[in-house]
């Protein structure tokens, strides 16, 4: 049973727009929230997380966002530019667990 | 700083042969460690979590297994490969003395069972 739910495969943005990324989970013990960037025939690297006691955290260009009720984030993108372009994880993990849970990712494709 | 090392990079296996794929995690101690795949269009499924030497959770039932000899040495095997076990294999770590921490992960290993 997947927890965690990225239920769009891909995204495509012209570049300088916002890219918006969705992810839903269903494990209230989750709380704590990571998005992660991979390119193709590479390991993950982590992008930005938050804690479940935050709604929102910046980092540059990209913010996250935590709807706890809708048991829902997002990941802002602005501006977007075509070096982003990659498939994008959202994870999370459970209070008192470093374990890490994984969407099915989200191809972003940041057009010139 | 802190590094992981997972190798090989790719391999291909005939049905039926035996796996071991190692990871070393370097400048840190005690950490945890994880052996996630992804197969071809999914996601990264969770398969091992490991605490420490000889401590192994399993997250799903497979036809893998894994082992950890040493602190910072993680071991993912198979005694008999399956079609079904093709995919991207790979390892990662984090502060195990952390509360909110992030996982790094290895470069990864593609593994194709013909």
């Known amino acids: 049973d997947q927890q965690v739910k990225q239920n769009s495969p891909s995204l495509s943005v012209q570049e300088g727009r916002i890219s918006i990324l969705n992810c839903d989970y269903t494990?209230?013990?989750?709380?704590?929230f990571l998005w992660y960037k991979k390119y193709p025939a590479e390991g993950p690297t982590f992008l930005i997380s938050i804690s479940s006691i935050k709604d929102k955290n910046e980092d540059g260009r990209f913010t996250v966002f935590l709807n706890k009720s809708a048991k829902h984030l997002s990941l802002h993108i602005v501006p977007s530019q075509p070096g982003d372009s990659a498939v994008y994880f959202c994870?999370?993990?459970?209070?008192?667990?470093?374990?890490?849970?994984f969407g099915s990712g989200t191809k972003l494709n940041v057009k010139p | 700083s802190q590094t992981i090392h997972q190798w090989p990079a790719t391999l291909v296996q005939p049905v039926g042969s035996p796996l071991s794929l190692e990871c070393t995690v370097e400048?840190?101690?005690?950490?945890?460690l994880y052996w996630y795949r992804q197969a071809a269009g999914r996601g990264l499924q969770l398969l091992f979590y490991?605490?420490?030497?000889?401590?192994i959770s399993s997250e799903v039932p497979q036809n893998l297994s894994a082992s950890r000899p040493q602190d910072r040495q993680f071991i993912l095997s198979s005694k008999k490969l399956l079609l079904s076990d093709s995919g991207f294999y790979l390892c990662?770590?984090?502060?195990?003395?952390?509360?909110?921490?992030?996982?790094?992960f290895g470069q990864g290993t593609r593994l194709t069972v013909v």
């Open positions: 490991s605490v420490g030497i000889g401590q």
């Open positions: 990662a770590w984090s502060d195990r003395g952390g509360m909110n921490t992030e996982a790094f």
């Open positions: 400048g840190t101690s005690n950490p945890n």
């Open positions: 494990n209230s013990m989750f709380d704590y």
């Open positions: 994870a999370a993990s459970p209070l008192g667990f470093n374990k890490f849970y």
